[in-house]
């Protein structure tokens, strides 16, 4: 499969790895395009793939057209590539970036919407990603085999979904990261050594995941079930409930929606 990176920066890169590490592109088979000279000598350096500056170069002979620059960026590039990708399955992982703008900006209409996480930089991410009606079954194979590399992915017929994933899995590894950070200070806070208490913790989260993931019970279940009477688990329960911990989250998750959508309004 041929594919064409516009923007080579950390999700560029991560998807390239992941693309090369599950064989489902060779380096040959890959171009990428970025304004930063260093980005493509790195890029060129450790993946062997083609490096342009110019992204209409870049695009030239693809199949699969990647945009993975920042939002602000994509109206310069659509306006540089319209008209210049008759067949080609475009793919953004801009957030806040709608098909509508997408379609509009490039006047094309096979296209996909991802939304990617960070952990699809070491092949553990969650996407959520739609189509147009202009993608065809044989691309849209294409960008489920792309997005497959990056770890776990659905896909959805409503755009809407995209800016619900994005306020959900788009934007929660980082409130994870905020729960393990604090868990490692209280850790540390009660006696135990920095290094041995972020040992604990990240342990701990995985470890509760995959409990989720592989049980087949509800967390409520599995929460019961390592909650004894009038024991030390209970004990911190009641401070979480007490500070408002599930009204906090759903609070937290409803104001990332609302301004996923607000972004993609603009
Ligand atoms: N990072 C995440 O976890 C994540 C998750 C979900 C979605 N996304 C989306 O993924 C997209 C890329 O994010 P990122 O974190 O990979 O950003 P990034 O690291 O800034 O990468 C973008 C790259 O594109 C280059 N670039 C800028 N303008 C360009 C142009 N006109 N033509 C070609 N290349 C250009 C940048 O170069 P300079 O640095 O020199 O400007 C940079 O190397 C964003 O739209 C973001 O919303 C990211």
């Not at 208490?197 to 990240?202: D, P």
């Amino acid at each position: 499969m041929k594919i064409s990176f516009v923007g080579g920066g950390t999700m560029g890169e991560a998807m390239i790895k992941s693309l090369l590490a599950k064989e489902v592109a060779k380096p040959g088979d890959i171009a990428v395009s970025d304004v930063s000279e260093a980005r493509r000598d790195v890029l060129k350096k450790k993946y062997g793939v083609k490096v342009v500056a110019d992204n209409k170069e870049a695009v030239k002979g693809a199949e699969v057209v990647v945009l993975a620059v920042k939002p602000q960026e994509l109206g310069k590039i659509m306006a540089e590539l319209k008209g210049l990708l008759p067949q080609q399955l475009v793919l953004s992982i801009a957030a806040g970036a709608t098909v509508e703008s997408l379609s509009q900006g490039l006047n094309h209409a096979r296209l996909v919407r991802a939304m990617p996480n960070m952990a699809a930089q070491i092949g553990e991410g969650m996407t959520v990603w739609t189509t147009t009606d202009g993608v065809n079954q044989e691309q849209k194979d294409m960008a489920q085999s792309i997005l497959a590399a990056l770890g776990k992915e659905i896909h959805v017929s409503g755009e809407k979904y995209i800016d619900m994933a994005t306020a959900l899995s788009g934007s929660g590894p980082a409130y994870v990261f905020l729960v393990i950070e604090s868990l490692v200070d209280a850790g540390v806070h009660i006696g135990l050594p920095r290094d041995m208490a972020e040992k604990l913790v990240v342990q701990t989260v995985l470890g509760s995941a995959r409990a989720v993931e592989v049980m087949g019970k509800h967390p409520a279940e599995l929460k019961n079930m390592v909650t004894s009477p009038g024991g030390t688990t209970t004990e911190g329960l009641l401070q979480l409930e007490a500070g408002g911990l599930r009204s906090l989250l759903l609070q937290t998750v409803i104001a990332a929606y609302n301004k996923a959508k607000a972004l993609g309004a603009k």
